[in-house]
């Protein structure tokens, strides 16, 4: 969808009267809609490329995809947009599929600190990078292997994304964990749902 279908409509002199962009910010502000693209925050998709197929990928891993963000396009968005930009985050595809993931890290905390949404898979091989990064979000759609795997169409051993995980946490690095509830996986959330609820109604 696109922003202009979240505005009111305007007359065509309304839109004359400001550039675009100017406009799209003022009417959200006025409707207390701020966007990320008004808070200075940009998602840089470094590639479409994954290692996994998750049944609810847009493009369920998009088999074939091989592209990634050159380093010199990514160097030329920020520097035009570096007074502009407080908040990068990377994603993809698999942003540590990257081959210059490094590289990637270094250019965008030049402009701010930077955090990172991944599958886990590659954290050994980003170790030091990673670690540069203001946070690390890792998608984790079940703790049981079987359903891990099924979920998010892979063999990879979920252990070995928990022991990259842990890692990190040794180190100090703040991680967060995605994860996506669907029928496949809500009965591992029905444990924790009534002292959810709970806690719930005794804040209410
Ligand atoms: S890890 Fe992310 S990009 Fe890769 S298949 Fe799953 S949802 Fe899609």
Redesign the pocket.
Known sequence: MGYNQFLNPMSREEYSKEPYLAMLQRKLEEEGRLMPFSRGVVRLCVT?K?????V???????PGVSKFLEVEDIRTMLSAYKDWIKDIKLV???PLMHPQFDKVVDLCNKICKTSV???GVFIKKWFSSLMKLRSVTV?IQSLDNKRYGQI??TNTRLNSVLNGIGELLNAGMDVHINC?VTTKNRMELEGINEPLRAKARSIS
Do not use: A
Not at 50 to 54: K, L, V
Not at 56 to 62: A, D, I, L
């Open positions: 479409e994954c290692n996994y197929e998750c609810f990928c847009h493009n369920e891993g998009m993809g595809g698999e949404t991944t599958n998608s998010m169409g996506v």
